[in-house]
């Protein structure tokens, strides 16, 4: 059944890469400077494609097998767009080489060149400075957004390079399309713009360092459903002031009139701030993402959660009666 989404992520990178070489292939030039060409403009179409993956869309990531995916794919794309794009100026200095060495050292310096070359190194060190950094296991995680931003700086920079390279401008789609999932990320998912009011409506401890609220719609209420989850900004209310970040937390409860609760246990900065959290704090959701207990067998089932993993299953006990046997063990 999921087989069209599983190769949904791999068809679009293909198309973005294709179209992109496609559409820029040398004719009547050298191997190596073909090779410098194809890898630039391949690098543009792997990074377009890695961007698009950064889009945090409930309808987009359902169609592409969920957020996690996504993001293995975004990572995966993004180191690929970065090892295409070195290949560019190591194929031009390749190419040099058959002329001379100092030809092929001069292709590799970007003080003997102009601005566009210096453009295009600058570009090629904010991807790579982005990647080595943010892929870091112990990078906290405000550091780790922030380091994203160089990926917005080093397409800023090649289209710099692009431009005074003097190219037509049909031949930026690609960089400009990899700017528009950026603006698009930071827009509707950072900033915001996609996100739906809900009010903190009722606080619940149910376990030592758990907290459960109940979150109460300001407009039209998401279509969640149990086994899902969202990403949650707690802002400032009476007496309490938020995080303010999107952090992934689990339903625990969906009620008819769009109320959904969340589970939250304290493990981080922002969780134990929110085990304090009270009634008429305003929140920010996303979502909802994920497809866990969509599927369910027509017999007897097994659940297993550890820990605060029983928010999707408590979701599940309290949406409706169970039509089969279910043995759960926590």
């Known amino acids: 059944m999921h087989r069209p989404r599983s190769l949904a992520i791999p068809l679009i990178s293909m198309t973005l890469v294709g179209l992109t070489v496609l559409w820029t292939f040398?004719?009547?030039?050298?191997?190596?400077?073909?090779?410098?060409?194809?890898?630039?403009?391949?690098?543009?179409?792997?990074?377009?494609?890695?961007?698009?993956?950064?889009?945090?869309?409930?309808?987009?990531?359902?169609?592409?097998?969920?957020?996690?995916?996504?993001?293995?794919?975004?990572?995966?794309?993004?180191?690929?767009?970065?090892?295409?794009l070195l290949m560019h100026p190591l194929a031009l200095a390749a190419a040099g080489w058959a002329e001379s060495p100092a030809l092929a050292w001069a292709m590799l310096a970007p003080w003997q060149q102009g601005w566009p070359v210096w453009l295009g190194w600058a570009g090629l060190l904010c991807l790579m400075a982005a990647l080595a950094l943010a892929l870091s296991p112990a990078m906290p995680y405000a550091r780790w957004r922030g380091l994203h931003n160089l990926l917005a700086l080093a397409i800023v920079l090649a289209l710099g390079h692009l431009l005074l390279l003097g190219l037509d401008y049909l031949l930026l789609w690609s960089p400009l399309l990899a700017l528009a999932f950026i603006l698009w990320r930071f827009l509707r998912a950072d900033f915001g713009l996609a996100a739906h009011p809900y009010?903190?409506?009722?606080?619940?401890?149910?376990?030592?360092?758990?907290?459960?609220?109940?979150?109460?719609?300001?407009?039209?209420?998401?279509?969640?459903?149990?086994?899902?989850?969202?990403?949650?900004?707690?802002?400032?209310?009476?007496?309490?002031?938020?995080?303010?970040?999107?952090?992934?937390?689990?339903?625990?409860?969906?009620?008819?009139?769009?109320?959904?609760?969340?589970?939250?246990?304290?493990?981080?900065?922002?969780?134990?701030?929110?085990?304090?959290?009270?009634?008429?704090?305003?929140?920010?959701?996303?979502?909802?993402?994920?497809?866990?207990?969509?599927?369910?067998?027509?017999?007897?089932?097994?659940?297993?959660?550890?820990?605060?993993?029983?928010?999707?299953?408590?979701?599940?006990?309290?949406?409706?009666?169970?039509?089969?046997p279910v043995r759960l063990i926590h």
């Not at 391949?42 to 592409?64: D, F, K, N, P, Q």
């Not at 407009?219 to 802002?235: E, H, I």
């Open 26 to 84: 040398p004719e009547n030039l050298g191997f190596w400077r073909s090779v410098a060409i194809v890898s630039g403009w391949a690098g543009c179409g792997l990074l377009a494609a890695s961007l698009l993956l950064m889009i945090r869309e409930a309808r987009l990531a359902a169609w592409l097998g969920g957020l996690e995916t996504m993001y293995r794919w975004h990572h995966r794309l993004g180191v690929g767009a970065y090892l295409a």
């Open 199 to 324: 009010v903190v409506a009722q606080v619940d401890h149910p376990a030592p360092a758990v907290v459960e609220v109940r979150l109460r719609p300001l407009a039209r209420p998401l279509a969640a459903r149990p086994g899902q989850f969202v990403l949650a900004a707690f802002l400032d209310g009476p007496g309490f002031r938020g995080c303010g970040e999107y952090h992934p937390y689990t339903i625990s409860a969906v009620a008819p009139d769009g109320e959904i609760a969340l589970g939250i246990k304290a493990l981080g900065d922002c969780t134990r701030h929110l085990q304090t959290v009270v009634p008429g704090v305003a929140v920010r959701i996303e979502g909802p993402f994920g497809d866990f207990l969509n599927e369910r067998p027509a017999g007897p089932e097994l659940w297993l959660a550890g820990g605060i993993g029983i928010t999707p299953f408590l979701g599940g006990l309290r949406n409706s009666p169970l039509p089969h």
